[in-house]
């Protein structure tokens, strides 16, 4: 470096400036893409190392710290909360077969360790009130369901077709004690699940008979009336009397 020294906290000449208001920034950026467009050997292209050169780098390395407790905190911190679209996950090669936890799984060690800090997060009332609140059940029912799905559009349009006064709220709208219903009237208090029947075993674990049963007995502790809805009612024109009957 020409016997210069690096002196922490120095700003570098080029801070905050862009190939738009520095010309020597665009001339270098060009001079780069010309580089890399014209020169098939540019930088590494094409260029990958041998089997047993990676195991050597990677034995050379193996057990180092390259970062120290207070990096990896900064680091932590910095990323706590973030999130990636499925968009984005995908471009970067994140999901299915090319993610790097594909295929595996945790050990009963890091299983239990996992399980020793939920259960001393749970312990924390402010943490537990945070988790149970209405508002967080709602963000995860958005989250986990994509709504509408095919069922449910299919009732929403037989609905709106019909004048029947039920709205749409299964995504995640409107809670009822730790469940959300696919459609209300919130007048009456009368919600209204639908769903392909042959899913019940699949999704619920349940009959068809189970699943009806459980939901309305669920809902009538809150003082709401409900009514189960399967698929193939619209098809055999069993909608329109049980929803006429219960409202």
């Not at 077969?97 to 295929?103: A, E, H, L, Q, T």
């Not at 709401?224 to 619209?234: A, Q, S």
Request: some cysteine.
């Amino acid at each position: 470096m020409n016997g210069l020294k690096y002196i922490k906290g120095n700003i570098s000449w080029n801070t905050g400036l862009t190939k738009e208001t520095d010309e020597r920034l665009r001339k270098t950026g060009e001079n780069i893409k010309k580089n890399a467009k014209n020169n098939p050997n540019f930088g590494n292209r094409g260029k990958h190392f041998s089997e047993n050169h990676r195991k050597k780098i990677g034995m050379k390395h193996l057990g180092k710290c390259f970062l120290s407790k207070f990096s990896k905190e900064k680091i932590s911190n910095a990323n706590k909360g973030r999130k990636f679209s499925d968009e984005i996950n995908k471009k970067k090669g994140r999901s299915g077969i090319k993610n790097p936890f594909y295929g595996r799984q945790h050990s009963k060690k890091t299983k239990k360790i996992l399980r020793e800090k939920i259960k001393k997060k749970w312990e924390d009332k402010e943490y537990r009130n945070k988790i149970l609140s209405e508002d967080a059940r709602r963000k995860r029912l958005k989250g986990l369901l994509k709504n509408p799905t095919s069922t449910e559009e299919k009732f929403i349009n037989f609905f709106e077709s019909h004048n029947i006064p039920l709205k749409y709220v299964g995504n995640g709208m409107h809670i009822i004690g730790f469940m959300n219903p696919d459609f209300v009237n919130l007048e009456k208090k009368i919600c209204v699940e639908v769903r392909p029947k042959k899913m019940c075993l699949i999704w619920n674990k349940q009959s068809p008979k189970d699943y009806k049963k459980t939901k309305i007995n669920y809902y009538s502790k809150f003082g709401w009336k409900c009514l189960v809805l399967w698929e193939g009612y619209l098809k055999n024109g069993g909608v329109l009397p049980l929803v006429a009957d219960i409202l």
